[in-house]
């Protein structure tokens, strides 16, 4: 049994958050640059450009990559062989999360939901924990602004949908989330599952394609199919016409109900900002 000091967890989540505010991963810069050579439009290569002086400037002087780092996520995968020491783990997520959040002058954007208050520093946190085998403990964030956040999409199509039709519902559904998601964007989408589970699954894909986690055959080949169809439509960077509609896409296939069909798309803009961390 391995002892592990919940602080450990803790500094590791606030040490990610500080982190991704500031550095565009080098994945995500290489994209951009790709898409800089491929795309026909103009002012596509031009919005493709800014988004990489403004990467370059963010990590010059240690400021945010956007000003909206939305609210703080983290998903916390712990082993059964591990046994917490220190007090309590979540009080420790989220003293530790508040604290980088303060010291890296990212914006308070908690509200109240129907007042609008401004919920200050106490700002609300998403944790959630996994088990998993052996001792293990692994973190993951996420950073993204309300925008994109607000474009993501939990929907049921009847059980006898085609595969084909699947794929043109996802495309419609992103098409739809036009220029207030700040495309080009990292999508991560559930087929399956449930109600409560796609999109948890939809938003681990996003994880899996930031980080090289596992993929199936089929999960691969949806995946390639759907960022074609989507840098298709010809949406383009900031939804001002082009290829380059997406920078990446990541689908999870999940068995769902025999009655049910649930499709969930978690949408990051260009400033994907995923965090992992082994403690």
């Known amino acids: 049994m391995r002892e592990l000091d919940v602080r450990a967890i803790g500094e590791a ?11 565009l991963p080098d994945f995500v810069r290489q994209d951009i640059l790709r898409a800089i ?28 990559l956007c000003q909206d780092s939305g609210l703080p996520q ?67 964030t996420l950073a993204k602004g309300g925008g994109c956040d607000n474009k993501g999409a939990l929907f049921n199509l009847p059980p006898s949908t085609s595969p084909k039709a699947v794929k043109a519902a996802i495309v419609e559904k992103l098409l739809l989330a036009g220029p207030d998601s700040c495309p080009p964007w990292y999508v991560g989408v559930c087929v399956g599952g449930s109600f409560e589970s796609a999109p948890r699954h939809a938003r681990r894909a996003l994880w899996d394609l930031a980080f090289g986690l596992g993929q199936s055959e089929r999960e691969r080949e949806l995946s390639d199919e759907l960022l074609s169809l989507v840098n298709a439509t010809g949406m383009g960077p900031m939804a001002l016409g ?10 999870r296939i999940v068995p769902t109900h025999i009655a049910s069909l649930p499709v969930a798309i978690n949408l990051c803009c260009h400033s994907f900002r995923p965090g992992m961390a082994l403690i």
């Not at 989540?13 to 550095?23: C, E, P, S």
């Not at 050579?37 to 400021?63: H, T």
């Not at 290829?243 to 689908?251: F, V």
């Open 13 to 23: 989540v606030g040490r990610l958050i500080r982190d991704t505010a500031t550095k």
């Open 37 to 64: 050579d491929s795309e026909p439009s103009p002012k596509g290569r031009e919005l493709l450009r800014a988004l990489i002086r403004n990467a370059d400037l963010a990590l010059q002087n240690r400021l945010p």
């Open 74 to 140: 983290a998903l916390l995968e712990l082993g059964t062989g591990i046994r917490l020491t220190g007090g309590s783990l979540k009080e420790a997520m989220i003293e530790y999360a508040r604290t980088a959040w303060a010291e890296s002058f990212l914006r308070q954007s908690g509200a109240d939901p129907l007042t609008r208050e401004n919920l200050g520093r106490d700002i609300p946190l998403n944790l959630e924990f996994s088990p998993t085998e052996g001792s293990i403990a692994r973190v993951f």
């Open 242 to 251: 082009g290829r380059c509609s997406a920078l990446g896409l990541r689908a």
